[in-house]
């Protein structure tokens, strides 16, 4: 699926092949001065496409999504954010792993790092305009400007 064209009208994009597992692959978002591709499940598109229109999803169960080349965002607080705020540059993160939590689960979570430069695991909170935040807990699998090389299993005998 594309990124959609215009959030605010629409925060679904343009279905651009047709899967049947549940999962929604998205090339790089425009406008990241990074490639940034992701395949997400079912409940982390439920929380992407809340999050785009700018409301607080409700998240019943736990989402999984991942990042093999990582990401480079403007604002770790604001997914729609286009340009870091001022005095801020880009943020970036490894390839990762993310798992959307249910918002029962925040107080589980709350004193997890929220920092992303420090190649760990951490925590985002995205602000919904007073009304709250979900928890994603987001696992680098490498540290940011690294990539994930695929390697074949050892022959067996």
């Known amino acids: 699926m594309d990124w959609p064209s215009d959030p605010k009208e629409d925060a679904h994009g343009r279905v651009l092949r047709q899967g049947n597992n549940g999962w929604t692959c998205m090339p790089d978002e425009p406008g990241k001065p990074q490639h940034n591709p992701m395949c ?3 409940t982390m598109m439920k929380w992407i496409v809340a999050s785009i229109a700018g409301k607080k999803p409700s998240i019943d169960r736990v989402g999984l999504s991942y990042m093999l080349l990582g990401e480079v965002g403007a604002d770790i607080g604001d997914l ?3 340009k870091p705020p001022a005095g801020k540059d880009w943020y970036s993160s490894g390839p990762h792993v993310m798992l959307v939590l249910p918002d029962s689960c925040a ?12 190649d760990g695991p951490y925590v985002r909170w995205l602000r919904y305009k007073g009304k709250g935040s979900t928890p994603l807990l987001v696992l680098p699998v490498a540290k940011a400007g690294e990539r994930v090389e695929a390697k074949q299993p050892p022959a067996t005998h």
Do not use: G, Q, Y
């Not at 107080?107 to 420090?118: K, L």
């Open 40 to 42: 997400v499940d079912e």
């Open 80 to 82: 729609m954010a286009s």
């Open 107 to 118: 107080a589980a979570v709350s004193h997890v790092n929220r920092d992303p430069s420090t």
